[in-house]
């Protein structure tokens, strides 16, 4: 148990090179990877199950005690990306599904991976985790809305499948997780500490699966939508930063301000673009996997050495 342990944590740390490295080969090799493309939504579920493994009492309390920064948390992720998303669109006059997938990425709550990237970082890792759990619970709703609002205008969307879709992918796979925590207790922290190995497997067959099944597309199209992704989260990353300066926020939270807004649950973008739209609607989120998880760090090495501009108590 103790060498799965150590895997895990060792798989965990070095993420961002085995999204690259399986991205790469589903594209030269996609009828190896073709038959992921069925497990995108279970996997995706098993993801959301492990969070709902870690979440405890203690990461909802900053909501009770900080309420107006987490609230302004998840104000800016869910108006900074979407928006953000939506321009780009319109000013590179990008293709229907390309930017469904676009739009559709940028309205998904934060990524599990900005909370290690806030503590890295040296940023407020409490209200990291508050502004991730109050984003993905209330994804559901936010999610479906703020893509039937933005995307319309280029393809259909429904409203009520993408709500039941979420449903059924993020909130009772996390609710399940909560129940077999309370009733299994420590024990659970043994399938905790191998978390980090099912994350990374889940989201990198995820991010295979997508790459395999627009192989030629992304061929065709795939340094447009890489371009996009560069500037929908470099830009991201400083527009969550600058709100947090805007609101006065010390400097551990302006860090997390910006890795929150930043870094998306690309997880959750590829298995709706996939389920209700198109492969190729799901490769700005595949490649979102890639390119955030190859960012983040970088981002946050550069936050790690930034020095406190006033004494301040960071979580």
């Not at 869910?78 to 390309?98: D, T």
């Not at 676009?102 to 940023?123: D, E, K």
């Not at 994350?199 to 295979?208: F, G, K, P, Q």
Request: net charge positive; with cysteine.
């Amino acid at each position: 148990m103790r060498a799965l342990i150590s895997l895990s944590r060792f798989v965990g740390n070095t993420f961002a090179l085995w999204v690259l490295l399986f991205a790469i080969l589903a594209f030269f090799l996609p009828s190896v990877f073709l038959p992921l493309t069925a497990w995108i939504v279970p996997l995706l579920g098993l993801i959301m199950f492990g969070m709902g493994l870690t979440l405890k009492t203690e990461d909802f309390r900053e909501v009770a005690q900080r309420p107006a920064r987490v609230l302004a948390g998840v104000i800016a992720q869910f108006v900074i990306m979407p928006c953000l998303a939506w321009l780009l669109c319109k000013l590179l006059n990008l293709p229907a599904e390309i930017a469904v997938g676009v739009i559709l990425v940028g309205c998904c709550p934060g990524g599990t991976a900005s909370n290690v990237m806030a503590w890295f970082a040296r940023g407020d890792v409490a209200l990291s985790v508050a502004i991730t759990s109050v984003t993905t619970l209330l994804a559901p709703l936010v999610t479906p809305a703020l893509i039937w609002l933005l995307a319309s205008q280029w393809l259909p969307v429904s409203f009520m499948a993408m709500f039941i879709s979420i449903l059924k992918m993020v909130l009772l796979p996390i609710i399940l997780g909560l129940v077999v925590q309370r009733l299994l207790g420590e024990r659970v922290k043994l399938a905790v500490d191998v978390l980090p190995l099912i994350s990374v497997v889940s989201i990198v067959a995820i991010v295979a699966a997508v790459v395999a099944a627009s192989q030629a597309k992304i061929a065709e199209s795939g340094l447009l939508i890489m371009a996009v992704v560069i500037l929908h989260n470099g830009i991201g990353l400083a527009l969550g930063y600058l709100a947090g300066r805007v609101m006065g926020m010390p400097l551990a939270q302006r860090k997390t301000m910006s890795i929150e807004v930043g870094m998306q649950n690309s997880g959750l973008g590829a298995a709706l673009a996939s389920a209700h739209f198109s492969p190729l609607a799901a490769v700005p989120s595949a490649l979102f996997s890639v390119w955030h998880n190859l960012s983040g760090p970088l981002v946050a090495s550069i936050y790690r050495r930034m020095k406190d501009d006033a004494p301040e108590k960071n979580q």
